[in-house]
């Protein structure tokens, strides 16, 4: 038997400047049947003296985010283990 499942993971990215300043947030979240859901947060700074490329901070902050939201999957995932063998799993 063969199954194939799509998640999709939702993206929201937020750019503040002040000066030569930036600050670029993003949250990334994931959403189950069941209406649960999980969210990663990252964040990203720019250093006033660094070139202005926005896209290195949208990459930054996207990728703290899904490594966020993947600690959080991890220990969901230790915990539902831990449920079903009733012995602890450390991920």
Do not use: F, Y
């Not at 660094?50 to 899904?66: M, N, T, W």
């Amino acid at each position: 038997m063969h199954t194939t499942k799509r998640w999709n993971i939702d993206i929201l990215l937020s750019e503040e400047t002040e000066g030569d300043a930036a600050r670029t947030w993003c949250e990334a979240g994931i959403d189950s049947a069941d209406g649960s859901g999980l969210r990663g947060h990252g964040m990203a700074r720019k250093h006033p003296a660094d070139s202005d490329v926005p896209e290195i901070g949208d990459e930054l902050a996207v990728s703290r985010a899904l490594a966020d939201l993947s600690r959080q999957l991890r220990q969901v995932a230790a915990e539902d283990i831990g449920d079903q063998t009733g012995t602890p799993w450390r991920p």
